[in-house]
Nanobody, 122 residues
């Protein structure tokens, strides 16, 4: 099993910044991709940003130029620097990891964290 622990959420005024972190632990042979998703009340969970172990990134159009995702391969952590936050960024943010659990397993396991709340006020 893989455990993901998120931190860094909170309340911030519009235009402010927050940094989210997520640490993965447990049965990890290699990490393929880590990412952040978010879900606001009444909405479906949506992609915010992902990053591969090789450093390739993908962002939702709504956060491009404002959010930056980074990964520390040695520490199995992923960070999301969020700048110029807007009220519409308010949501619960979830960390996701695609992991190869062991050398004997070719498939990837998808794991989710419990989420961290981000609230942006006017």
């Amino acid at each position: 099993q893989v455990q993901l622990v998120e931190s860094g959420g909170g309340l911030v005024q519009a235009g402010g910044s927050l940094r989210l972190s997520c640490a993965a632990s447990g049965s990890i042979f290699t990490i393929n991709t880590m990412g952040w998703y978010r879900q606001a009340p009444g909405n479906q969970r949506e992609l915010v940003a992902t990053i591969t172990s090789g450093g390739s990134t993908n962002y939702a159009d709504s956060v491009k130029g404002r959010f930056t995702i980074s990964m520390d391969n040695a520490k199995n952590t992923v960070n999301l620097q969020m700048n110029s936050l807007k009220p519409e960024d308010t949501a619960r943010y979830y960390c996701n990891a695609l992991v190869r659990p062991s050398m004997r397993t070719n498939g990837l396991l998808s794991s989710w964290g419990q989420g961290t709340q981000v609230t942006v006020s006017l």
